[in-house]
């Protein structure tokens, strides 16, 4: 996939209507369905500021949620009370629609001038956005000029408003999904070396054609998690209670020949904390991997795994981290995944977090702001590192 792409930098606005697709898929709290954070509305700010700067005008579109699941999604999941936020942190009005491509939206775009923003209705409340239906698209871009995406965190998805709507406008990316790009694609297709990818998560089969794209193109391949287990179980070691994928025990068996073949050095687990159950407060004991208790689980890597993964991420070129070490979730079990995040901070390559839980836990624990890159998108950035073609961005014009 060509990750270099036309941004907004390469093209005057002046005077232009642009399409602005962002993500406000924003959290909301349960009952009074209310704002809980409203990060994603800042990350899209940047963007927003340089486009009304040199002279356009906005149609700024965003889904909310999956209205299809929620029967009250018309209350429950309006971009309305998004529209009082985003112009109280943008400090000046915007207008919002009371529909997607309705007579609503369409007057109010029509009268739009520049350095004016107009916020439309939750895209998904048209079932046919999701179809990328023709019929949807081509009135959604008949609203603007110019389309201009720049919610990464749905570039995966071959939505109206994501990927069809450059059928019809030219389309270039936002600094959001610029920086994404740049990030993702130069730590994959171009990293200093040597690259080391570090892999985890609960199952195998979530990260299978992760696991084989980055075979292909790393230097050291770290595999953590749930997932190693199935990995050990491939070497010939019991392991307990833990989580195992029987189906994929000979799949792993032949990522670790493919890995030898190929000069990859292929980390595993060589000892693991375990428990007696799944829980916060379960008796736990570290052991060798190959020595897991019947009736014990592994929920994290052990100390020894920690300074061996640890060395290999501090010393890399650049480093790519999707999943967590261990159940960090629980703070018995959150050591593995601490240790790759403050080794990651201590590297001084190129780092980059692939979204997803691997986000969460770095910013939870701090260290967010001491790596090169965090990606905003947990599906679209796994996606990336499977080597897939991403709608959203193919879509785009390439430099």
Not at 35 to 49: H, S
Not at 84 to 89: A, G, H, K
Not at 273 to 289: R, Y
Request: hydrophobic share 40%.
């Amino acid at each position: 996939m060509n990750y270099k792409k036309k941004s907004i930098r390469d093209v005057s606005f002046q005077g232009k209507k642009v399409l602005l697709r962002v993500d406000f898929n924003v959290p909301l709290d349960k009952t009074t369905h209310e704002i809980t954070n409203d990060k994603r509305i800042r990350a899209a700010l940047p963007t927003i500021e340089y486009l009304l700067n040199d002279g356009a005008a906005l149609v700024v579109c965003s889904h909310l949620g999956k209205p299809k699941k929620d029967p009250d999604a018309k209350t429950n999941l309006t971009l309305a009370r998004v529209a009082v936020r985003f112009s109280q942190l943008l400090g000046r009005p915007v207008e919002f629609a009371q529909d997607t491509i309705g007579p609503d939206a369409k007057a109010k775009a029509a009268a739009l001038k520049p350095g004016q923003v107009l916020l439309l209705e939750n895209t998904r409340f048209d079932p046919r956005e999701e179809k990328n239906d023709p019929s949807f698209t081509k009135e959604l871009a008949s609203l603007a000029d110019v389309y201009v995406s720049d919610a990464f965190g749905a570039v995966h998805r071959a939505h109206c408003s994501t990927a069809g709507v450059a059928d019809y406008l030219p389309a270039y990316c936002g600094f959001l999904v610029e920086k994404e790009l740049n990030a993702l694609g130069g730590a994959i297709e171009d990293p200093k070396r040597p690259l080391v990818a570090v892999l985890g998560g609960a199952k195998v089969a979530d990260k299978l054609a992760v696991i084989e794209n980055l075979l292909a193109k790393a230097d050291t391949l770290i595999i953590g998690g749930g997932m190693a287990f199935t990995f050990l179980k491939a070497q010939g070691y019991e392991t307990g209670d833990s989580l195992l994928d029987e189906t994929k025990i000979d799949y792993c068996r032949d990522m670790i020949r493919q890995a030898g073949e190929k000069g990859v050095k292929l980390l595993l687990p060589v000892d693991v904390v375990v428990a007696d159950k799944f829980a916060a407060d379960a008796d736990s004991q570290v052991v060798d991997a190959d020595k897991i208790p019947a009736g014990w689980q592994g929920l994290d890597i052990g100390p020894r795994t920690q300074e061996l993964f640890g060395e290999a991420v501090r010393t890399a070129g650049t480093v790519i981290w999707n999943g967590p070490m261990g159940v960090f979730e629980f703070a018995a079990f959150a050591k593995g995944t601490e240790a790759v995040a403050q080794a990651m901070a201590q590297c001084p390559g190129v780092t980059v977090v692939g979204g997803g839980d691997s986000a969460s836990a770095i910013e939870k624990m701090g260290y967010a702001d001491k790596v090169t890159h965090v990606s905003t998108g947990g599906g679209a950035s796994l996606e990336f590192m499977e080597g897939k073609e991403l709608p959203g961005v193919a879509c785009l014009l390439d430099k």
